[in-house]
Each structure stands twice: as C-alpha cells, then as structure tokens.
C-alpha cells in the first residue's frame, strides 16, 4: 500500500497484519443474491397453476432465480416454449410495476405492482391459437 510507510524486518508494527478493505469494492465484488418469489406470491401462483391443471390447459412448470428477475414459466408439454411467463422484476417496481405476465410471443398481457391484480388475467378464459 503506497500511503503507508514501509517497516523494517525487526520492527514492533511489522507483525501487524491488519489489511484496510474499501467497502465498496468489497461490495461490488460479492455475487448478487437472485431475486425470487416470496411465499405469498408462489402461494397465488401456484393456486392459478392448480387450477390450470385441474382445467387440462397446463401440464407443467419451471422456476428460474436470476440476478435481475425471478421467472414462473408454465407449459401445456414440458418440450415446448412456455405458454406464459409470470416475471417479477424489481427494477420496474416504482415504474410499471415489478409483476408482469408474458405469452409465448414476448407480448406483455398484464403487468402491474400488485401481483393478485396482475393474475387476475388468467380468470378470463385464455387459449393459445394455432394458425
């Protein structure tokens, strides 16, 4: 460390092995944790995914952490492209909105900042069409 003057081998002070860590890059450095559903939002999704398999209309599901959003993903086979997404992102939460849900095509169904208001569009009756 340049602003600290060097010890000689036999002084009291070179024993010290205290090292000054700059918070931020420490910070900076560390992995960021994902962002994830809370219980209570799983809770509403998976009774929206229930019910959906209990319709027939969804076989299957997956989860994903990632350092920007967690994804819900749903499938009527678990080879295909899911049907829809139900994304929480928290960089949109004072924006739009941190939940939103996505069909197969990218397009933005609903979003909002309540994630109960934003699942209400699987109340309506949604089919994918096939050309």
Same mark, same amino acid.
């Given at each position: !460390? =340049?602003?600290?003057?060097?010890?000689? &081998?036999?002084?009291? &002070? =070179?024993?010290?092995? /205290? %090292?000054? %860590?700059?918070?931020?890059?420490?910070?900076?450095?560390?992995?960021?944790?994902?962002?994830?559903?809370?219980?209570?939002?799983?809770? =509403? *999704?998976?009774?929206?995914?229930? /019910?959906? $398999?209990?319709?027939?209309?969804?076989?299957?599901?997956? *989860?994903?952490?990632?350092?920007?959003?967690? %994804?819900?993903? $749903?499938?009527?086979?678990?080879?295909? !492209?899911?049907?829809?997404? *139900?994304?929480?992102?928290?960089?949109?939460?004072?924006?739009?909105?941190?939940?939103? %849900?996505?069909?197969?095509?990218?397009? *933005?169904?609903?979003?909002?900042?309540?994630?109960?208001? $934003?699942?209400?569009?699987?109340?309506? $009756?949604?089919?994918?069409?096939?050309?």
């Amino acid at each position: !460390m =340049a602003d600290q003057p060097d010890l000689r &081998h036999g002084d009291a &002070h =070179a024993a010290d092995n /205290r %090292v000054v %860590v700059d918070l931020r890059e420490y910070r900076q450095s560390k992995d960021p944790l994902p962002v994830t559903f809370n219980r209570r939002e799983l809770d =509403a *999704i998976l009774w929206i995914y229930g /019910r959906m $398999v209990g319709e027939g209309e969804w076989k299957d599901y997956a *989860i994903d952490h990632l350092k920007e959003k967690a %994804v819900f993903a $749903v499938f009527k086979r678990s080879g295909e !492209m899911p049907l829809f997404r *139900i994304e929480k992102d928290p960089k949109l939460a004072a924006k739009q909105g941190a939940y939103s %849900v996505i069909n197969t095509n990218g397009m *933005i169904l609903k979003r909002g900042h309540d994630l109960q208001q $934003v699942l209400k569009v699987f109340d309506k $009756v949604l089919k994918l069409v096939e050309k």
